[in-house]
């Protein structure tokens, strides 16, 4: 139904991503970002520096990586840090 709207009003129907997909990595480099992500010391533009990530890409990786509880918690600690 929407991708009739969509061309309907000539707009783009497909599924391009809107981030930079999350790099491979190893998951010795995936804790180490984690780690860096649930620590409240470093600001957010550290870990995305420090890393190597822009800011989609690091909220891509905790979202496949952590459960969806510890995501949400560490969605709400984010919003409060910033």
């Not at 991708?3 to 391009?16: H, S």
């Not at 990595?25 to 957010?44: G, Q, Y």
């Not at 990530?53 to 690091?58: C, R, V």
């Not at 979202?63 to 840090?81: D, F, H, I, N, V």
């Amino acid at each position: 139904m929407f991708a009739a709207q969509f061309a309907a009003q000539g707009r783009r129907v497909d599924n391009a991503p809107m981030a930079k997909p999350v790099p491979r990595l190893a998951p010795a480099e995936v804790a180490r970002i984690i780690d860096t992500a649930w620590n409240d010391k470093p600001p957010f533009n550290a870990v995305l520096l420090s890393h190597g990530l822009n800011e989609g890409q690091l909220v891509a990786l905790l979202r496949r990586e952590l459960t969806p509880s510890a995501y949400k918690t560490w969605t709400q600690r984010w919003r409060t840090r910033r």
